[in-house]
């Protein structure tokens, strides 16, 4: 029997309820998981690597220890498909979040099925109550003191306030 692997890459900048449904129901679908961790540097991450790939992790252990087992987080910063054969992937898993993602999502999965016709991208409708969320207006909702409790866990909300604590410190007012 083989082992259906799945990868679901993002920058998790930081994980949002939204991410952690489209993981607990990729898990679903494959036998392992691989939640990659994109460097991505270009998108200047408010969280290092090393930090989302552990927020990833921690989240995991306490949504769904038994689910938690069958998934792995990794960062990674070559080329998606090259990561994705790398770990033995035959799916790479996007969610879909109503008509902003479908552009992007569109010309991402066509040009990596040029790159490699053997790994299909999967892609997992966003849940209604979930539809709406981005990591960056959470970041962007936190950093001005919003409410962002209904957007990731208690978790995530408290290493938010911690780093827009620190920044505010070390900020120079004009
Ligand atoms: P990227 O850098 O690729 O934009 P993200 O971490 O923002 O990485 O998103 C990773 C994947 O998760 C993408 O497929 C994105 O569409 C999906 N995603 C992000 N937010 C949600 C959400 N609220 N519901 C469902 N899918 C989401």
Redesign the pocket.
């Given at each position: 029997m083989t082992t259906r692997v799945g990868v679901y890459?993002?920058?998790?900048?930081p994980i949002?309820n939204?991410?952690a449904?489209?993981i607990l129901r990729a898990v679903k679908i494959v036998d392992r998981l691989i939640v990659g961790v994109?460097r991505?540097a270009g998108?200047g991450p408010m969280f290092t690597t090393d930090e989302r790939v552990e927020i990833v992790r921690e989240e995991l252990k306490h949504l769904d220890p038994e689910a938690a087992k069958r998934i792995d987080v990794r960062p990674f910063d070559n080329l998606l498909m090259h990561f994705a054969i790398e770990v033995g992937a035959s799916v790479i898993i996007?969610?879909?979040?109503a008509v902003s993602?479908f552009e992007y999502?569109f010309q991402m999965a066509g040009m990596n099925n040029r790159l490699n016709p053997n790994i299909e991208t999967v892609f997992l409708m966003?849940s209604d109550k979930?539809?709406f969320?981005?990591?960056r207006f959470v970041k962007e909702i936190g950093q001005l003191g919003g409410d962002v409790s209904h957007f990731v866990s208690a978790r995530v909300a408290a290493r938010l306030a911690e780093r827009f604590a620190l920044a505010s410190k070390s900020a120079v007012k004009p």
């Open positions: 890459p993002g920058t998790f900048d949002t939204g991410h449904d489209i994109a991505n998108k996007r969610g879909l979040r993602d999502e966003a979930y539809q969320i981005s990591s």
